[in-house]
């Protein structure tokens, strides 16, 4: 018996064998009628479409619109058992927007870059907290599958990469039929799951600006388990220090605790010029995250997230001072 699933039909198996797709050449496909592309396909009442390269993925979008699939670990897990509601535009196949390299004023972070490359990516110290951040994401499969693009564009309070890409001032870098442009991090983000990015662009990189050879950076996460886990506060820090063993550059960030991750800017000044020893932390109090709006929810109450956000601060705060 022959059971037929859209395009492909399968041949049922007898018993301790396993089912094959009886393969059709694709002349048939087209004497039918139907316009066979493994870059454009119907699901239900939506298409399906999978460019090659960024020039086609722009061009889609432009003419079409759509959602744009890349890892899926957030795109799946939307949907639930619904179909996707208007076209798809599968970009996993663009690789030109794919790993890091080193520019003459910038670390270049392809949008589709999965977190297990961040990771393994040969990148200075000021890196450690960004890749400290890519190992909290989910787990390790959602790492192999998950994009930096994805993560940011999601624009989830509790995305973990965005504290540690705030504090190295990263900027994003979004493609369209109409050319590229380029925003600071901490603009795109506007609100909860609130981004800049335009229906026909594409978010093709992050750019980090060249960083001191001294600077020291960390990230800490608290939450209610150790894996899988949504956080309940987060915090990243990078530190440079001058010759005299003094701050000379602070950039400290908190997510989890607004509706976007925010840098803590009048703790930055406080930071400059101080000792660059284990007591740095004392000098960090509640009113340097008097700018935070944290809330109550099933993981912890608003004050809870306060407080123990001042914690994670001193705590990342002497982790860059012990790693210098």
């Known amino acids: 018996m022959r059971v037929k699933a859209g395009k492909a039909v399968f041949q049922a198996p007898e018993r301790n064998q396993v089912a094959r797709p009886v393969s059709r050449p694709k002349w048939l496909y087209k004497a039918a009628g139907f316009v066979y592309k493994l870059s454009k396909q119907r699901c239900g009442g939506s298409l399906y479409f999978r460019p090659k390269n960024l ?101 989830s309070p509790a995305a973990d990469s965005v504290p540690a890409l705030l504090v190295l001032d990263a900027e994003v870098e979004l493609v369209s039929t109409g050319g590229a442009r380029r925003l600071p991090l901490a603009q795109f983000i506007t609100g909860n799951r609130r981004t800049q990015i335009r229906g026909d662009e594409v978010l093709t990189a992050v750019l980090v ?54 840098r803590l800017f009048d703790l930055e000044k406080d930071l400059l010029g101080q000792p660059a020893d284990p007591q740095i932390g004392s000098l960090v109090g509640p009113q340097h995250l008097a700018t935070l ?30 790693s210098t």
């Open 55 to 155: 020039d086609d993925a722009i061009s889609v979008l432009s003419s079409s619109g759509g959602q744009i699939l890349a890892g899926g670990t957030d795109f799946y897990p939307a949907l639930g058992e619904r179909l996707p509601q208007g076209d798809v535009v599968d970009i996993t196949a663009v690789r030109e927007i794919r790993g890091v390299s080193t520019e003459e004023r910038y670390f270049r972070i392809g949008g589709l870059t999965t977190w297990t490359e961040v990771v393994r990516a040969p990148l200075p110290h000021c890196f450690d907290a960004l890749k400290a951040a890519a190992r909290e994401i989910g787990s390790v499969q959602i790492q192999n599958c998950g994009t930096v693009a994805g993560n940011l564009c999601n624009a």
């Open 209 to 262: 600006p060249h960083q001191s050879e001294s600077a020291a950076s960390a990230f800490l996460k608290l939450g209610a388990r150790k894996y899988l886990v949504i956080s309940i506060s987060m915090v990243a820090v990078i530190l440079e220090t001058n010759s005299s063993g003094c701050v000379s550059q602070a950039r400290v960030a908190v997510g989890s605790c607004s509706a976007v991750a925010r």
């Open 293 to 322: 709006s944290p809330i109550d929810d099933i993981r912890a109450t608003a004050e809870y997230r306060r407080d123990a956000s001042v914690t994670l601060v001193r705590r990342a705060l002497q982790a860059c001072v012990g």
